[in-house]
């Protein structure tokens, strides 16, 4: 009981900073739609597609900072702090990679615009948000590396501090750019993008102070040498962070992708669907914080030789998760209508996002079980099967299923909306239960390993 009263204190105070932390990136988002949508229904319009030309550039930076969480944590449960000051330069190097391609990819954004047949002003409006929000690629590398080099050092509570700063500078800087206050152009829209683009500078900045100052890190040396890059230890972070990057594509861009099919099914659909899909993706930040948390604690007890341990991590993040999908579950189906009211009185929009939200129920525990599988696979560095079972689940057979009941009358007659969110689930609980069978298979692999050199040392 007591091992068990430790792991649970621990995850917990692991998982608390990180969701407060990412609810305050979610809010920033929030904050720019709603004040680009007090300017201009152009500008709201050029902030959503600008934001969804950047955010799946910046998945592979964010992927490949991830990987450096595990990594970390390994050296951590192992003692070995002297590695970590050259793996935190490497992971530099392996990200700054994929930023100078992230730089490279914005540059074809005026031929998606053009693509797209948008009307002059808002494509410019677009344009000149994307080349604001450029500016803080940088920044952006920076701050994921070390937020993830923390986390890895099971140190989450910069996370929240940073993510509040964060949020701070993003309100005025909307403020002053997207209205013109205090000298500054009135750039509308685009003022979202350089805001953005300061937020990130400001969070890099932030968290670089903490690092290289702090009295916790000091015996790690990380700025006593400067280590060049090496090819061996750049593709080794690349290896581990590559497929989480891939892995966290997918979901996007499955999401994405049914909102484009969606789309011709009329104003009402749209709107319930993403009026479900919202509340869902906040409720998700808890899953997703418990998934970070777990990552931490199982790789942490993997370096220190204790795989029983790791397991013992993941069931107690499991727990938790299925505890809070089920209550949330509860929520969601008995209180859609009002939930959905909250952000229209359109009875028509209400009443089928109510009736989305009642999947959504059901999506909420697939989606917990798969996001704690993911994160403990994670923990074991094990990121290249669960890429491939991300792709197997969300596309080749979520999409199909959905796209089936949604769109065609081939099994039943076809149920719109809710045929792509049956869609969600079903490939959702495919993903919990290829990714369980995977742990299950990764885990007995370790402990074997442990034994068969616990025998070895002893002769």
């Known amino acids: 009981m007591a091992k068990h009263t430790h792991e649970i204190r621990k995850l917990a105070k692991l998982t608390g900073p990180i969701l407060v932390a990412q609810l305050t990136q979610m809010l920033m988002s929030v904050v720019d739609t709603v004040m680009a949508g007090r300017k201009d229904a ?55 990679i994929f930023g100078l391609l992230a730089l490279v990819v914005l540059q074809f954004s005026p031929y998606i615009l053009d693509w797209m047949e948008v009307e002059d002003r808002f494509r410019q409006v677009t344009l000149d948000y994307v080349n604001y929000i450029a500016w803080g690629v ?20 910069p996370s929240l501090v940073i993510g509040f700063i964060g949020l701070l500078i ?38 670089a102070i903490y690092v290289f100052t702090s009295r ?26 590559f497929p989480i990057a891939m892995s966290l594509f997918f979901e996007v861009s499955l999401f994405a992708a049914v ?31 418990i998934s970070m948390a777990v990552t931490l604690r199982v790789g942490f007890a993997l370096g220190a030789g204790e795989p029983k341990n790791a397991m013992l991590s993941f069931k107690i993040a499991m727990v938790f998760g299925m505890v809070f999908a089920a209550v949330n579950g509860v929520i969601m189906y008995l209180g859609g209508a009002w939930l959905a009211s909250l952000y229209t009185p359109d009875t028509a929009i209400i009443n089928l996002a109510a009736t989305l939200m009642g999947l959504a129920a059901i999506f909420t525990m697939s989606d917990t079980f798969q996001a704690v599988a993911m994160g403990t696979l994670r923990g074991y560095k094990d990121t290249k099967w669960p890429m491939i079972m991300a792709f197997i689940s969300y596309w080749p057979f979520g999409l199909t299923v959905g796209y089936i ?7 039943v007659p076809r149920m719109g909306a809710a045929g792509f969110w049956i869609g969600f689930i079903s490939g959702l609980t495919v993903a919990a239960v290829m990714l369980t069978i995977r742990l299950r298979h990764v885990s007995k692999h370790y402990e074997r390993k442990q034994f068969e050199q616990t025998v070895n040392n002893a002769t």
């Open 216 to 241: 916790r890190y000091k015996k790690l040396h990380l700025l006593r040498r400067w280590y060049p890059p090496k090819f061996d230890d750049v593709a080794y972070i690349i290896k581990i962070g």
């Open 405 to 411: 009941l949604g769109r065609t009358d081939w099994w």
């Open 259 to 289: 909102a484009l099919l969606i789309a011709p099914l009329g104003p009402t659909v749209v709107s319930a669907h993403q009026i479900a899909l919202n509340i869902s993706s906040l409720v998700y930040m808890v899953p997703l914080s």
């Open 138 to 157: 940088p920044g952006f590398v920076i701050y994921v590396i070390l937020r993830n080099f923390c986390e890895g050092l099971s140190n989450t509570m």
């Open 170 to 207: 993003n309100i005025p800087a909307n403020y002053i750019f997207i209205y013109g206050h205090f000298g500054a152009p009135e750039l509308g829209g685009a003022g979202c993008g350089l805001a953005s683009a300061l937020v990130f500078w400001g969070m890099a900045i932030s968290m």
């Open 42 to 96: 152009v500008d709201l319009a050029a902030v959503s597609v600008g934001g969804s030309i950047f955010v799946p550039v910046t998945l592979l930076m964010f992927g490949i900072a991830l990987a450096l969480a595990p990594i970390v944590s390994h050296f951590d449960g192992s003692k070995k702090y002297r590695r970590m000051a050259n793996m935190l330069q490497q992971g530099f190097y392996a990200c700054a």
